[in-house]
């Protein structure tokens, strides 16, 4: 919707990415309300849909990396391959579970470098109950949690008879989150289904753009741009008209050339500023194989520039080193 109005905060806004996912299995409830303890204003649980409709949180449908799924001999029969975004996928998918099926299973730490003393602790949540603890923490904290899902496969679930958005705005409407300043943003790498949403809702709309290959709803349709054609002012500017702003790979604010190395910073900030977007890079993380060597195994760097050059919030796996920095950043006036 052109000029709806948000809500903006005087400090960047530290999004809990899938969770406190450095430190516990991501998109489950304990996850989440770890994140909120370590000081983040919003959590981002990925959207899939259930057999019977139902909207899950999970980062991709195939659930077998982050569940006990695969171990499970009840559910063996369930494996199969599918075409997802054009890709082969093997494995157990969540619209082939009912969600009472769903809610047997327990989740597991997908990364191997990571925890993995919870696993078998913690179920597959629901939306509705991930919105519960974002009010039930508000209460406890006397600070307002936000929510930050995402449409995971919008294409694809259409295309099934599991259409996301609709059951996603009646359950976000239904919970009291209709106005452009309420505390929730919702994300997609598609754009197609953005502008469908941005006529159902006047909720905040972030538009993510990866740094390689292009939207997969623009594939289908024959559309020849990219995500790096997306990033533009022209097509920035374009973005406005349906979205509040943008999550960018935060690459494509610092690039880095082929030795990881860190390059100057991009105008990508400002062209976004320029016409009105909010800039919300991912996925900030501590652990050494994911920082650019310039920042010599400090993470708290990496989120020192990125303040710096002004973004307006910014996707962590470590909640509580953003909150760290901003808090020091701040304290300094
Ligand atoms: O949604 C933005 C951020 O979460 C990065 O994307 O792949 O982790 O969902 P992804
Ligand atoms: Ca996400």
Redo the contacts with the bound molecule.
Sequence with gaps: MVGKTIATTSRPIIIA??GASGWRPEHTLAGYELAIDLGADFI?P?LVSTQDGVLIAR?ENEISGTTDVADRPEFANRKTAKIIDGETVTGWFAEDFTISEIKTLRAKERLPFRSQSFNGLFSVPTLPEIIDLAKRKSGETGRTIGIYP?T?HPTYFDSIGLSLEEPLIEILHNNGYNKADDPVFI?SFETTNLQQLDRLTDLPLIQ?LSNTGKPYDLAVAGDPRTYQDLISPAELAKIAAYADGI?PDKRAIVPVDEHGRLLSPTSLIIDAHAVGLLVHP??FRNEAQFLAPDYHNNPEAEYEQFFHLGVDGL?TDFTDTAVRVLQRIRGRG
Excluded: S, W
């Design positions: 990415h899938r981002e990925d980062h995402e995971k994300q993510l999550g991912y996925t996707f």
